[in-house]
Every structure is written in C-alpha cells, then in structure tokens.
C-alpha cells in the first residue's frame, strides 16, 4: 500500500510539474544581421529588443545629442554589404541597409 501511494505521488508530481520551452528564437545567425533579420526591426523598437533579434550589439558608429547610430555586420557578403540603424533617446528612428 505504501508503495503504490509513492508510486502515485510520483507519478502525479511530474504530471503537474510545468514544462519548460524554449521560447521563439528571433536571430538564426550569431553576430550578423540577416534581410529578414532587418525587415523584422520597426521605429519605435527599442535598443534591447534590436539587439536581441540581431543577436549582436553591432558597433557605434556616432553618437550625438540624443541620437547614436549602430553598424552590424550583415551575413551576406559582410565585406560589400552594410546594416545601419539610428535610435534617437534609445528607440529606432531610421535604418538601412546594402546585402551586396
């Protein structure tokens, strides 16, 4: 009896035990920025979220007043192309970009 009532609390503590998923992953390239990498950025995001779906800090290329602009390496032909964004106060305010 006592070991069917082990059995069962085992049992029923890892039916409520809750699941661990990894969530969605944005970037599928580690230090490099792809076209839809870049398509996915909005104004208005934030610098974090940025990084985040870049999946690298990129470079400072200026900073200004409230204004600091970013280069990253972008993964297709990285020596001929270029990935830009400007954020104003910490927020995207333009981008653009050459995948030569």
Do not use: W
């Amino acid at each position: 009896m006592r070991r069917s009532l082990s059995a069962i609390a085992a049992a029923l503590a890892i039916a409520v035990t809750p699941v661990l998923v990894a969530g969605p992953v944005h970037a599928d390239t580690s230090g490099c920025v792809t076209k839809s990498e870049f398509r996915a950025v909005r104004k208005g995001f934030n610098m974090d979220r940025v990084h985040n779906r870049f999946d690298t800090a990129g470079r400072l290329e200026s900073q200004f007043g409230g204004y600091k602009s970013r280069e990253y390496r972008a993964c297709r032909h990285p020596r001929y192309s270029y990935v830009s964004v400007t954020y104003h106060h910490g927020r995207v305010d333009s981008k653009s970009a050459y995948f030569g």
